[in-house]
Every structure is written in structure tokens, then in C-alpha cells.
């Protein structure tokens, strides 16, 4: 069962979520004072409650929410289901928390999301891969993601381009290794679901990408 997420992270989406409101109706409200003052409230609101897990004031946060008034929206991130030939899963052990996930991280502006899943594995492996098909779409809210910001998780099955090419470590790794899904080592909760995912699309028992519909 995924833990619930705390109270910092409850404060902080619940901010993220009150600003992108206040954000979609500031710009339509311009000749309208009373619905002016109200989304500035919700702006304030959201300063407010981000400030109450952040090291930065309520007045410093707002100054930064009213330089951006572009949408907000979910993050997206990419991770690579890489699967050699004898069907075990080539994972990594990340330096922040110590456990272990895919390859993967946040997307770039002009990369497309399967060329941010390739590059990643490239920085975090030394592996060059290739994306074949979308293992599933997931929100980091119902996979037990531990950050405070809300994710759209896209995870692709990939094949090493060179099938003999040996993987290795990067700054952001501690160690890296291939893996049968009877031996898996302990994993990240926001990979639990999409490994799992990834290893019935490999082994074609699933043949949809799957996605979170709810939690």
C-alpha cells in the first residue's frame, strides 16, 4: 500500500494547484475588478501555503508567482524500461534515496518525450537506446512519488541499440545493474507500478499502454 503523502507535499500541490487557477482567470479579469481581486487572492492564498514548507517568505514566493503567468501544469518526466535480451530490466540506483528505478528524468523544452527518455539513459547508463512503444502514462500523486511538485511519468520500452554495450555509472548514480523480475533489488515507490507495467509489455502480456485514471 503506497504511503499517503505528507503534509509538505499536500501544502506545496495544493499551492501548485491555486496558483494555475489563479493564473488561467487573471488574464480574462483585467476589466473586472471584483474577479481581479479575487484571483490575486488565490494567488496570495497559494504564496501561503507554499511558504509553510519552503524556506523562502510568502512575499518572496508571491513576487516569483507573479513573474511567471504562464499555464502551469503538471511536470512531465520520461523513464526507459531497457530490456536485454534474456528479458531482465536494466536499472539504476539513485543517489538521493539509495533505491532503485529506471533510467529517466524530466523532459527538456524541444525534445520530444521519447527523446528525453533516450537521453536520460544515455546520461544515467552510457547506454544509447531506442523507444519502441509506451509502457503507460502515470501521475506521480498515485505512484507514491516523494517530490513536492505534480508529475506526468511517460515510460517507454527501449532496446539497447548494441545488445552487447555494457552499461555504467554516472554523478547522479550509485550503481547499476540488470535484473529479473523474481530479483528485483528495492525500488523507488513512483517505479513499483510502472516496472511491473513494463515487464508484462516486455514479456507480451499486456499490448495497450496502460494510464492512471484514478488513485
Not at 494547484?17 to 494567488?43: F, K, M
Not at 502551469?72 to 536499472?91: K, M, R, T, V, Y
Amino acid at each position: 500500500m503506497l504511503e499517503e503523502p505528507s503534509l509538505s507535499q499536500r501544502l506545496w500541490r495544493w499551492g501548485d494547484e491555486l496558483w494555475a487557477i489563479a493564473n488561467e482567470g487573471l488574464p480574462w479579469s483585467t476589466d473586472t475588478p471584483y474577479h481581479l481581486h479575487r484571483y490575486e487572492r488565490v494567488r496570495r492564498i497559494a504564496a501561503e501555503l507554499m511558504a509553510q514548507q519552503d524556506a523562502r517568505d510568502a512575499d518572496e514566493l508571491e513576487r516569483l508567482l507573479r513573474a511567471n503567468l504562464q499555464h502551469i501544469a503538471p511536470i512531465p518526466a520520461g523513464d526507459a524500461a531497457i530490456f536485454n535480451q534474456a528479458g531482465d530490466i536494466l536499472l539504476i540506483q539513485r543517489k538521493d534515496n539509495g533505491l532503485w528505478a529506471m533510467p529517466g528524468g524530466l523532459c527538456e523544452v524541444g525534445e520530444t518525450p521519447t527523446e528525453g527518455v533516450a537521453r536520460e539513459a544515455w546520461e544515467e547508463t552510457g547506454l544509447a537506446v531506442t523507444p519502441i512503444s509506451l509502457v503507460g502514462v502515470y501521475d506521480s500523486r498515485f505512484r507514491g512519488g516523494q517530490g513536492p511538485s505534480q508529475l506526468y511519468q511517460f515510460v517507454f520500452l527501449c532496446r539497447p541499440d548494441d545488445s552487447k554495450a555494457e552499461p555504467g555509472l554516472s554523478n547522479e548514480t550509485l550503481d547499476v545493474g540488470w535484473y529479473a523480475e523474481t530479483a528485483l533489488p528495492p525500488l523507488d515507490p513512483n517505479h513499483v507500478r510502472p516496472i511491473a507495467d513494463a515487464f508484462a509489455r516486455n514479456q507480451g502480456a499486456v499490448h495497450e499502454a496502460v494510464f492512471d485514471w484514478a488513485p
